[in-house]
């Protein structure tokens, strides 16, 4: 909200001196938060000028310039600049004639951006100023012509200041404005704030006009409670003036407001409706009152409906939007934005004045259905007060017969439907308890009646009735909230807590950490993807086909409305965005929650309202529509492993890095991961595998490993060979040792051996040494597979795997002997389950 001083200081007494930093340094006390400040920056002499003649000259490129004197300075008196009385200035605008008044910047003078004005020689002249235009000087957008006082109703002496006379030494102070203070959306309301703050008197505003009340005009409103929650229309209240000059200029001092609270000046009608709405905060919206058919209603848009709003726009009508309609139809949405069908003109005569309040929820359901936020829109949705209604429409129709000469008209209406804020109770101690600030009976009553209180003085405490411009006052909570702040924040005591002891990370942190810390410094790279993903994103890896996924109520996007089931989509995408920018080695991974389906799915389970407890029954209920949200850690290979080097070839990203990743992980937390062929949804069939961990005797599938299905990946303008895994966190932390203990290093010598195995195409490696593993019995160390040759010198239907063997003794030197009879017996073993044979 920007707060221009001089409007400002018309409610509250500024000391002298003041500036937009001394008045937010106030407003920050009491807890607005400072945004910055706003100035016109133009400085220099700009003074008022008489145009006394001038000569168009046709140029070469087709334009006509005028070469115009223009007198400055009272006759035979220096000017501003300390120059002649009369400059001759080279114009392009044609809008002015002999004998009007301008504004002339002359040298010396600097215009908003830091243009600054110098005699310069152009078109065969030496101009020594310029005539500005609304624009240059940033009073609106309009920079048809020149700027003719005689058009703001301004008749001043040549050389007076035009600083003055337009207020471009108008200054504001922009505070941020929090959803629970929506009072403060008006001059009116920063100006009670600063009278808080600094014990200065506040002038109420909405006494500038006497209420006259209108009668006669039929109003409908067809959306009231209890068919609703709540009612649509809190107040509306509609006055008429009639015989208004549409065309009248808005008054110099407005403009320069309205400018310094951000807005652009438009006309004179809607400039004083948006006045209006900046000084007291409530919304104001005018109606060609010729263009109205029939009486207003105020009703729910019916199926179909469109409208062309003021911004030009047909939109689609939803039916829960709140429309302001006649008997030709829809000529609004309430609370939003105004239907070009009755929009003001300058042939408007006759106003009607709508001063309404709407329900917030409505208004700012229908705001972001259609992506319309307004500054009324911004007011209804964090509240109103419905006793402003009335002050309001007076205010306009005081400017509008000042300004507009227009006569109030007795058509009006005023239905008033909204209900009397409800009393809060306050126990006596409870300030002082809560904040640990002593708070005497005076002091709390003092405050609370400051702020726009009724306080009734109660047994053990106080009935406390807030004002209508406070809706958000309805908890004790809220009323302390407002003791502490108005009698400053720096009584609150400091208190630093006390850590509790023998605390620390949970044991799942710690693994979480591992596992994350592992992959770091491992090679991988960390990335963070959106949870949102489409439904064709959720199909991808999803286990069963039929899967029901999350659906989003109010997506951000329109094809991300689902919460993702798998992380692989999410690094998918991620890898796609890096791929396309010529980072193509990559290995990234992400750990992070999944969300299944809940047990019921649909709307949360229906609370009490106010503050009652829920039931057992109703907390279970609300229990299970909650989705599980597993943990899982997955990750994507692409593009080389080991850049190509001098003597060095590269070696390209495959499943067995997506396997090895996967090892890390569960090793960090002293889990050891075994693998065994399968073929998972949208892998590739020869490539990936389904990861295990044995846990007594129980066998617990935690995840996948292998290459994307290379369909899949060319889809997604990744290269064909793209390798990933993805486990399930949650059962790894299960399965997981207490406590990891170091691998024990042996201090006898190892023996090693290579054994290759002849064995069907068919037959899982996995399943081979596992079985080498048992019948190598306890001096086997270590095994690994080194190669799987399928080439043309084996058998048909036939593979061989190579194990490098290493065996050790705790209590003695190992010969080769006893390590090749562990061997064979492993032999033996693998050939009765397998049919496994020793290549020659």
Same mark, same amino acid.
């Given at each position: 909200?920007r707060?221009?001083?001089?409007w400002?200081?018309?409610?509250?007494?500024?000391p002298a001196?003041?500036?937009?930093?001394?008045?937010?340094?106030?407003l920050?006390?009491?807890?607005?938060?400072?945004?910055g400040?706003?100035?016109?920056?133009?400085?220099?002499?700009?003074?008022?000028?008489?145009?006394?003649?001038?000569?168009?000259?046709p140029?070469?490129?087709?334009?006509?310039?005028?070469?115009?004197?223009?007198?400055?300075a009272?006759?035979?008196?220096?000017a501003?600049?300390g120059?002649?009385?009369?400059?001759?200035?080279?114009?392009?605008a044609?809008?002015?004639?002999v004998?009007?008044?301008?504004?002339?910047?002359?040298?010396?003078?600097?215009?908003p951006g830091?243009?600054?004005i110098?005699?310069r020689?152009?078109?065969?002249?030496?101009?020594?100023?310029m005539?500005?235009?609304?624009?240059?000087l940033?009073?609106?957008?309009?920079?048809a012509?020149?700027?003719?006082?005689?058009?703001?109703?301004?008749?001043?002496?040549?050389g007076?200041?035009?600083?003055?006379?337009?207020h471009?030494?108008?200054?504001?102070a922009?505070?941020?404005?929090?959803?629970?203070?929506?009072?403060?959306?008006?001059?009116r309301?920063?100006?009670?704030e600063?009278?808080?703050?600094?014990?200065t008197a506040?002038?109420?505003?909405?006494?500038?006009?006497f209420?006259?009340?209108?009668?006669?005009?039929?109003?409908?409103?067809?959306?009231?409670?209890?068919?609703?929650?709540r009612?649509?229309?809190?107040?509306?209240?509609?006055?008429v003036?009639?015989?208004?000059?549409?065309?009248?200029?808005?008054?110099a001092?407005?403009?320069?407001?309205?400018?310094?609270?951000g807005m652009?000046?438009?006309?004179?009608?809607?400039?004083?409706t948006?006045?209006?709405?900046?000084?007291l905060?409530?919304?104001i919206?005018?109606y060609?009152?010729?263009k109205?058919?029939?009486?207003?209603?105020?009703?729910?848009?019916?199926?179909?409906?469109?409208l062309?709003?003021?911004?030009?726009?047909?939109r689609?009508l939803?039916?829960?939007?709140?429309?302001?309609?006649?008997?030709?139809?829809?000529i609004g949405?309430?609370?939003?934005?105004?239907?070009?069908?009755?929009?003001?003109?300058?042939a408007?005569?006759?106003?009607?004045?709508?001063?309404?309040v709407?329900d917030?929820?409505?208004?700012?359901?229908t705001?972001?259905?259609?992506?319309?936020?307004?500054?009324?829109?911004?007011?209804?949705?964090?509240?109103v007060?419905?006793r402003?209604?009335?002050?309001?429409?007076?205010?306009?129709?005081?400017?509008?017969?000042?300004?507009?000469?227009?006569?109030?008209?007795?058509?009006?209406?005023?239905?008033?439907l909204?209900?009397?804020?409800k009393?809060?109770?306050?126990p006596?101690?409870?300030?002082?308890e809560?904040?640990?600030?002593?708070?005497?009976?005076?002091?709390i009553?003092?405050?609370?009646?400051?702020?726009?209180?009724?306080?009734?003085?109660?047994?053990?405490?106080?009935?406390?009735?807030?004002?209508?411009?406070?809706?958000?006052?309805?908890?004790?909570?809220?009323l302390v909230?407002?003791?502490a702040?108005?009698?400053?924040y720096?009584?609150?005591?400091?208190?630093l807590?006390?850590?509790?002891?023998?605390?620390?990370?949970?044991?799942?942190?710690?693994?979480r950490?591992?596992?994350?810390?592992?992959?770091?410094g491992?090679?991988?790279?960390?990335?963070?993807?959106?949870?949102?993903?489409s439904?064709?994103?959720?199909?991808?890896?999803a286990a069963?086909?039929k899967?029901?996924?999350?659906k989003?109520a109010?997506?951000?996007?329109?094809d991300?409305?689902?919460?993702?089931v798998?992380?692989?989509p999410?690094l998918?995408?991620?890898?796609?965005?890096n791929?396309?920018?010529?980072?193509?080695?990559?290995a990234?991974?992400?750990?992070?929650?999944?969300?299944l389906p809940?047990?019921?799915i649909?709307?949360?389970?229906?609370?009490?309202?106010?503050?009652?407890?829920?039931?057992a029954?109703q907390?279970?209920?609300?229990?299970?529509?909650?989705?599980?949200?597993?943990?899982r850690?997955?990750g994507?290979?692409?593009?080389?492993?080991?850049?190509?080097?001098?003597g060095?070839?590269?070696?390209e990203?495959?499943?067995?890095?997506?396997i090895?990743a996967?090892?890390?992980?569960?090793?960090s937390i002293?889990?050891n991961?075994?693998?065994r062929?399968?073929t998972p949804?949208?892998?590739?069939p020869?490539?990936?595998?389904? +990861?295990?961990?044995?846990?007594g005797?129980? &066998?617990?599938?935690?995840? #996948?490993?292998g =290459?994307l299905? !290379? $369909?899949?990946?060319?889809?997604n303008? +990744?290269?064909?060979?793209?390798?990933?895994? &993805?486990?399930?966190?949650? #059962?790894?932390? =299960?399965?997981? !040792? $207490?406590?990891?203990?170091a691998a024990?290093?042996?201090?006898?010598?190892?023996?090693?051996q290579?054994l290759?195995?002849e064995?069907?195409l068919?037959v !899982?490696?996995?399943?081979?040494?596992?079985t080498i593993q048992?019948?190598?019995?306890?001096?086997?160390?270590?095994?690994?597979?080194v190669?799987?040759?399928?080439?043309?010198?084996?058998?048909?239907?036939k593979?061989?795997?190579?194990?490098?063997?290493?065996?050790?003794?705790?209590?003695?030197?190992?010969t080769?002997?006893?390590?090749s009879?562990?061997?064979?017996?492993?032999v033996?073993?693998?050939?009765?389950?397998?049919?496994?044979?020793?290549r020659?």
């Amino acid at each position: 909200m920007r707060v221009p001083l001089s409007w400002l200081a018309e409610y509250v007494d500024l000391p002298a001196g003041a500036t937009p930093d001394t008045v937010m340094a106030e407003l920050v006390k009491i807890g607005l938060e400072e945004e910055g400040s706003h100035a016109f920056d133009v400085t220099g002499p700009i003074v008022v000028g008489e145009v006394l003649e001038f000569v168009e000259e046709p140029q070469s490129n087709g334009k006509t310039i005028r070469w115009c004197q223009v007198r400055v300075a009272p006759e035979g008196h220096k000017a501003a600049d300390g120059g002649a009385d009369v400059r001759g200035i080279v114009c392009g605008a044609s809008n002015f004639g002999v004998g009007d008044k301008v504004v002339a910047c002359l040298p010396g003078s600097v215009l908003p951006g830091g243009f600054e004005i110098s005699p310069r020689e152009t078109y065969g002249h030496i101009s020594d100023g310029m005539m500005a235009s609304a624009r240059e000087l940033t009073l609106s957008d309009d920079h048809a012509g020149i700027i003719r006082l005689s058009e703001m109703g301004l008749d001043p002496k040549v050389g007076t200041d035009a600083k003055e006379i337009l207020h471009l030494d108008e200054t504001a102070a922009e505070v941020n404005v929090t959803p629970d203070r929506g009072y403060c959306f008006s001059i009116r309301g920063i100006a009670r704030e600063y009278a808080h703050a600094t014990g200065t008197a506040f002038r109420d505003p909405k006494s500038n006009a006497f209420i006259e009340g209108g009668s006669g005009y039929e109003v409908t409103i067809d959306d009231v409670a209890p068919i609703r929650e709540r009612n649509a229309v809190d107040r509306f209240v509609v006055r008429v003036v009639k015989g208004i000059d549409a065309t009248r200029p808005t008054p110099a001092w407005m403009v320069a407001r309205l400018k310094m609270a951000g807005m652009r000046s438009i006309s004179l009608v809607v400039d004083i409706t948006n006045y209006t709405m900046l000084e007291l905060g409530q919304p104001i919206h005018a109606y060609d009152f010729d263009k109205v058919r029939g009486n207003l209603i105020v009703r729910r848009a019916k199926a179909g409906e469109t409208l062309k709003t003021l911004d030009c726009q047909t939109r689609k009508l939803h039916i829960e939007d709140l429309v302001i309609a006649d008997k030709s139809g829809a000529i609004g949405l309430a609370g939003v934005m105004g239907g070009e069908s009755t929009e003001v003109s300058s042939a408007t005569t006759n106003i009607l004045i709508e001063s309404a309040v709407f329900d917030p929820i409505s208004v700012a359901r229908t705001a972001r259905r259609h992506k319309l936020p307004s500054e009324a829109s911004k007011r209804y949705e964090r509240g109103v007060d419905p006793r402003m209604a009335d002050n309001a429409a007076a205010r306009v129709v005081q400017l509008l017969e000042v300004h507009a000469h227009g006569a109030a008209d007795g058509l009006g209406a005023d239905i008033k439907l909204a209900a009397e804020p409800k009393p809060v109770w306050l126990p006596q101690n409870f300030a002082t308890e809560l904040v640990g600030v002593e708070y005497t009976a005076e002091e709390i009553k003092e405050v609370l009646t400051e702020i726009g209180c009724v306080v009734a003085t109660v047994s053990d405490g106080y009935e406390v009735n807030p004002p209508t411009w406070r809706p958000d006052l309805q908890h004790k909570t809220d009323l302390v909230e407002e003791i502490a702040r108005i009698t400053g924040y720096d009584r609150i005591p400091t208190r630093l807590p006390i850590a509790p002891p023998g605390r620390g990370l949970t044991a799942t942190q710690k693994q979480r950490r591992a596992i994350v810390n592992a992959l770091a410094g491992s090679g991988h790279v960390e990335v963070l993807t959106y949870p949102f993903v489409s439904t064709e994103q959720n199909k991808m890896f999803a286990a069963d086909a039929k899967q029901v996924a999350l659906k989003l109520a109010n997506a951000l996007q329109e094809d991300a409305n689902e919460m993702r089931v798998s992380l692989l989509p999410g690094l998918i995408d991620a890898a796609r965005r890096n791929f396309s920018r010529g980072l193509t080695d990559l290995a990234i991974f992400e750990e992070g929650s999944v969300f299944l389906p809940a047990k019921a799915i649909g709307a949360n389970a229906s609370l009490p309202a106010g503050n009652a407890r829920p039931t057992a029954a109703q907390l279970e209920a609300l229990v299970q529509t909650i989705p599980s949200q597993p943990h899982r850690v997955a990750g994507i290979f692409t593009g080389n492993r080991v850049p190509q080097q001098v003597g060095i070839a590269a070696v390209e990203s495959s499943f067995e890095d997506a396997i090895h990743a996967a090892r890390i992980a569960a090793k960090s937390i002293g889990v050891n991961l075994e693998v065994r062929q399968a073929t998972p949804v949208n892998f590739h069939p020869g490539r990936s595998a389904e +990861l295990f961990v044995t846990h007594g005797k129980e &066998e617990f599938v935690i995840g #996948v490993a292998g =290459e994307l299905d !290379p $369909k899949l990946a060319i889809e997604n303008n +990744l290269p064909r060979r793209v390798a990933a895994f &993805e486990i399930n966190l949650d #059962v790894l932390y =299960e399965v997981a !040792p $207490k406590v990891i203990q170091a691998a024990h290093i042996g201090s006898m010598p190892a023996a090693t051996q290579d054994l290759s195995l002849e064995v069907d195409l068919a037959v !899982p490696a996995a399943q081979v040494l596992a079985t080498i593993q048992e019948g190598a019995g306890e001096l086997l160390e270590h095994i690994v597979l080194v190669d799987d040759y399928r080439g043309p010198n084996m058998p048909g239907g036939k593979k061989s795997l190579t194990f490098a063997l290493r065996f050790r003794a705790e209590d003695r030197t190992l010969t080769q002997v006893e390590a090749s009879e562990s061997r064979d017996e492993a032999v033996t073993l693998a050939h009765e389950r397998f049919g496994a044979t020793l290549r020659a």
